[in-house]
């Protein structure tokens, strides 16, 4: 199962229509939830994963990996990212950036110097 299947299944077990999720995550038009919901659509954004897995009540890794068992998604997260070239210790910094709420991580990115780019 794919991340559209899984957004979709989530959505659907939840009652709530594109544009319901829509407005929990905060963007402006239902039709971006129907291109996270098709095989051939886009996913999410990075920086919006989180508030889409917290509308639909389950975690980033859930909607990427499949798993809901967050140790056997940190694994598999692990074993995919090491392919990838990147570090556990760079894992962990991502995992912690993650947990913080937006506020707190525009902050952190500010002292890194790291300008979001908008879009």
């Known amino acids: 199962m794919s991340i559209h299947s899984r957004i979709k299944q989530r959505r659907e077990a939840l009652g709530l229509s594109m544009q ?12 971006t939830v129907q291109q996270w919901e ?4 886009t996913a ?9 897995a917290q509308a639909l009540k389950t975690t980033p890794e859930y909607l990427l ?4 068992d967050s140790t056997e998604s940190s694994l598999a997260l692990g ?8 570090s556990e210790n760079a894992l962990k ?3 912690s950036f993650d947990a913080l ?6 902050a952190l990115m500010n002292l890194l110097g ?3 780019k908008k879009g």
């Open 20 to 31: 319901n999720l829509a407005d929990m995550v905060g963007v402006s038009a239902w039709q």
């Open 101 to 106: 709420d937006a506020e707190a991580q525009q």
């Open 114 to 116: 790291i300008l979001e």
């Open 65 to 68: 990996l499949g798993s809901p």
């Open 44 to 52: 999410p954004k990075r920086e919006r994963l989180s508030a889409v």
């Open 79 to 86: 074993k995919s990212a090491s392919g990838c070239g990147i």
């Open 38 to 41: 098709r095989e051939d659509g």
């Open 93 to 95: 910094v991502a995992r």
